[in-house]
């Protein structure tokens, strides 16, 4: 379990509509700042934090190529998505005091830090929140293999992912009352029952470089907190 182990350096995980508050649509900066306060109380814990963010309360590749888009501009369109999004939280966290850098995939020198790897491991150990955006800079992926690329690359302990559920379940809990939460699941169980933790990319890289996936709620004041003591609910994946 996660009680016997304690966190130096982490990777949350938040998808974009994590963002949106009850908005259908883009970022709901109430919500962004509950949420850059669950990251400090970790923070203040003394722990290195790594985030990625992904972009779909802004766009997503998929639907614009489901509209008539060419994929790969309909891709980089998300990635630019969560670029913004990355902007909104490092906006939230250093209004509570917290340093931190945005680090894109995709070179925007005025707006983010280009991904040099010794670089963003260095902020880590400064005590900056090293926040990843526009993904893995390539088309056809998603911000779950982009969390799972940079936690391995940061050395992460665990990745931490941030849902509206507590956890992983055999069926989808807001649909079925009889749905069941998995406590571990491995991620070859996940990736055979199809499971919608991530996608089958980002559960294949976590399993191939030993990197445990924490599912937890988002919802939950101090959840995020709790989880790194080892309270509350939550899956692991391993
Ligand atoms: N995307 C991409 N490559 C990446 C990461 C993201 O092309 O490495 C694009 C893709 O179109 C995706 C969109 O960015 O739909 C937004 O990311 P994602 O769907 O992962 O966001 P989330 O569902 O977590 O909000």
Known sequence: TLSKRTFDRVLLKISGEALMGDQGYGLHPPTVQRIA???????????????VIGGGN?????????????????????????????????????ELGIHTRVISAITMNEV????????AVRHL????????????GNPYFTTDTAATLRAS????????????????????????????????????EVLQKHLGVMDASAIALARDNDLPIVVFSLDEPGGFKGILAGEGTYTIVR
């Open 112 to 119: 983010a830090e280009p991904y040099i790897r010794r670089r």
């Open 153 to 188: 690359e940061m050395d992460c302990q665990a990745i931490f992912k941030g849902t509206k559920v507590d956890g992983v379940y055999d069926k989808d809990p807001t649909k079925h009352d009889d749905a069941k939460r998995y406590e571990k699941i491995t991620y070859d």
């Open 58 to 94: 802004i766009f997503r590749g998929l639907q614009g190529s489901a509209q008539g888009m060419e994929r790969t501009t309909a891709d980089y369109m998300g990635m630019l998505a969560t670029v913004m999004n990355a902007l909104a939280m490092q906006s939230a966290l250093e």
């Open 125 to 136: 150990e400064k005590k900056r929140v090293c926040i990843f955006a526009a993904g893995t």
């Open 37 to 51: 306060r669950e990251v400090q109380s970790v923070y203040d814990l003394g722990v290195e934090i790594c985030m």
